[in-house]
């Protein structure tokens, strides 16, 4: 596998985590589960213009829409062709730093995989795919990525109080509340309620159940001896019973299942159906 990644330069490294080409190999499994982390990305399949987004109930059932999208803000998981993962290149926000970029409420593009074009338009979208397979290195295709962004940025950029409500959230998810937020922007709990979704595109509670699983899923994918009692612990859920309850809900399998099923990355997880009934 070749993979390269960077952080743009500023401003793009307040809104942007990483701007990354990937090339790999065929895969031995054909599906797999992506975990939702409360943040959005921008992809491009470089190998074929399309993207292929499966019914996780019933995969025979397979949506095909358009090679470059934006993948919104997903509140449980997705199953996607490991196919379209050979080339691919792409942009992974930060939490709610598309909104700097993207001019729909992220809360529209939630759970869906929108093609670009109906957000920036099919001439953008298009001359970002075309200058992205005409370079060959890496690094100058991140370089189009980066001068793709540049040229998107509307200066409004995000909300400040959005940016303080992440900054509170992330360190203890679910223990910092929406009063204490509120009470510190000066903001009315609706109104930063509807901000919150516009930016990050689900409400405060839900990014912050969302980020603590992510926190789960960090711990359990550094080995192979976990212990889930601790990690239910320091994970601030109620008890195992709640903490596999809330795991299941994001990852459509148990942690156990998880840790038999992942990969490379952290939040690429094999789909692999008939194994899950024993879990």
């Not at 993948?71 to 691919?88: L, M, N, R």
């Not at 900054?167 to 901000?195: C, H, M, N, W, Y």
Request: glycine residues 6%; aromatic residues 8%; charged residues 25%.
């Amino acid at each position: 596998m070749l993979f390269h990644h960077r952080t743009p330069r500023p401003p793009l490294d307040t809104l942007v985590a990483s701007m990354w080409v990937c090339r790999d190999g065929a895969r031995p499994h054909a599906l797999e589960r992506i975990l939702p982390t409360g943040s959005t990305q921008l992809i491009v399949n470089l190998k074929e213009n399309e993207t292929r987004l499966y019914d996780p109930q019933d995969p025979r059932r397979v949506v095909i829409t358009d090679g470059t999208i934006f993948s919104g803000t997903w509140t449980c998981y997705q199953v996607i062709d490991t196919a379209e993962q050979e080339y691919v290149a792409g942009v992974a926000f930060r939490p709610g730093g598309s909104a700097a970029f993207m001019n729909v409420p992220a809360h529209e593009t939630r759970d869906a995989d929108t093609p670009l074009e109906l957000i920036w338009g099919r001439r953008r979208a298009a001359d970002l795919r075309d200058q992205l397979l005409e370079r060959s290195d890496p690094e100058a295709q991140l370089d189009a990525l980066e001068d793709a962004l540049t040229s998107m940025l509307r200066p409004a950029g995000v909300h400040p109080a959005v940016v303080f409500a992440l900054r509170a959230f992330d360190p203890a998810p679910l223990t910092t509340s929406i009063e204490q937020v509120t009470a510190a922007i000066g903001l009315s709990a609706k109104r930063f309620i509807e901000r919150f979704k516009a930016e990050v595109g689900v409400s405060p509670k839900r990014y912050c159940r969302i980020r603590r699983f992510q926190q789960a899923v960090t711990r359990a994918h550094r080995g192979d001896l976990v212990d889930w009692a601790q990690v239910a612990l320091e994970c601030g859920y109620y008890d195992q019973a709640h903490f596999i309850h809330e795991f299941r809900s994001f990852a459509g399998l148990t942690p156990t299942g998880y840790r038999g099923a992942r990969t490379a990355f952290q939040n690429h997880v094999k789909f692999l159906q008939s194994s899950e009934a024993a879990v």
